[in-house]
């Protein structure tokens, strides 16, 4: 592999911020969940946990 598993977990870290993050804009309303933004964070979020766990197995996809 390219990058240490360092990258990989920063990357399935930033996948979760993003999925709550997404969450707590829908709550707070400043984001549809019809919208395309929710969708597109939700598929971003998607993105960096899936790049995670190309390395390994991680906490950051425990959470979630």
């Known amino acids: 592999m390219f990058f240490t598993t360092s990258v990989y977990d920063w990357a399935g870290y930033a996948g979760v911020s993003v999925y709550l993050g997404a969450y707590i804009c829908l709550q707070l309303g400043l984001i549809r969940g019809s919208g395309y933004r929710y969708a597109l964070l939700n598929m ?3 993105i960096f946990v899936l790049i ?3 390395a390994e197995f ?3 996809s425990a959470i979630i």
Request: cysteine-free; proline content about 0%.
């Open 58 to 60: 991680n906490l950051a």
């Open 44 to 46: 971003i979020a998607a």
């Open 52 to 54: 995670s766990l190309s």
